[in-house]
């Protein structure tokens, strides 16, 4: 609670005065005896008993006006938090390898693909205040979501995501790359990362990850590489390499960091470690929006002001 004009609350010293105005009137205006000791002995009634009400009504009617005059704001807080501390872009692969159940959680296999969609949703209940977008790639890139501080929105799209939705059988880390580069272009964030992860090696698209990485470089991005999964054999699987030395070379061209996660632990911990790099300390700005509560006040005011009169016109005012 705040008050919009609190020098009116001054006032309230004169009231004082104009109680002791009202006595004097009222004593000037009384019968008089020469002696009351006779009286005093009398019963009182109710209606002797009731006359004190007549001026604390009046002092706390004088009171609550003076009060409305100073207008009594209830504060709403409405903070907003400047989010130009850090922008991110999660890269994800999409190809078909991604399918691979080569992670555990509690002894039940996982595939790649929900193994990351576990993490990155506890890595964006880390980010409140940061504008994260997501692009999903495999032989061509796709924009999932725009950067947004709706993390939940986010993560519904990312539930959404599928290894047969972008033809699988194939993967453009490059146009991937650049795809993430062009919805960071306009960022004025302090800080703007790409978060790529993948499982396998750049074979399709028409821009090398070599040459993206320099672009991202030039335009003041980095891109954390992450290597997800083990590489693995079987009678109905083709081989699945992670490109390591692609991927390192990307990270150090924009002076980031290469990761290998190859469970699901070591995947958290990735994700963990990024988000203690990736900390900035960020500008908050505080609104409050003020909600009038003089109107209360007058009305109080008004109505023990009124009771004042009622009684003071009753036969309880006009007793001696």
């Known amino acids: ?26 004593r000037k205006q009384s019968m008089q005896f020469s002696s009351s000791v006779v009286l005093k002995g009398l019963p009182k009634s109710w ?15 004088l009171i609550c006006l003076i009060v409305a ?37 509690f002894g039940r296999r996982m595939s790649r693909l929900d193994a990351s969609k ?11 205040d940061d504008r994260i977008g997501m692009v999903a790639f495999a032989s061509v890139p796709y924009a999932i979501a725009p950067l947004t501080l709706d993390h939940g929105w986010l993560v519904q799209r990312m539930e959404g995501l599928h290894t047969g939705m972008l033809d699988g059988n194939r993967t453009a880390i490059g146009d991937g790359m650049m795809s993430a ?37 030039a335009v003041g991005v980095k891109i954390y590489t992450i290597g997800a999964g083990g590489a693995r054999t079987g009678f109905f699987m083709q081989r699945q390499e992670v490109d390591e030395d ?30 203690l790099l990736e900390k900035t300390e960020i500008e908050v700005e505080r609104f409050t929006r003020f909600e009038e509560a003089s109107k209360v006040w007058l009305i109080m005011g008004i109505l023990f002001l009124g009771l004042e009169q009622l009684l003071g016109l009753s036969r309880i005012g006009r007793l001696p």
């Open 1 to 26: 609670m705040t008050l919009a004009h609190p020098y009116f609350l001054l006032l309230l010293l004169v009231i004082p005065v104009l109680l002791w105005l009202r006595l004097f009137m009222v």
């Open 47 to 61: 209606r002797i008993r009731l006359q004190p009400l007549i001026p604390l009504f009046y002092t706390l009617g």
């Open 69 to 105: 005059l100073a207008r009594p704001q209830r504060g709403l807080d409405d903070s907003r938090v400047r989010t130009e501390a850090v922008d991110i872009i999660l890269l994800m692969d999409l190809s078909g390898s991604m399918d691979t159940q080569d992670f555990q959680k």
């Open 118 to 128: 576990e993490v990155i949703t506890r890595f964006l209940e880390n980010r409140p």
């Open 181 to 217: 580069i062009n919805r960071l272009q306009d960022s004025e964030a302090k800080s703007k990362v790409i978060i790529l992860l993948t499982d396998g090696a750049n074979n399709a698209g028409t821009v090398s990850p070599e040459n993206a990485a320099a672009v991202a470089e």
């Open 246 to 275: 692609s991927l390192k070379k990307i990270a150090a061209t924009t002076q980031a960091k290469f990761y290998r996660a190859k469970d699901l632990e070591t995947l958290e911990a990735v994700y963990g470690e990024i988000d």
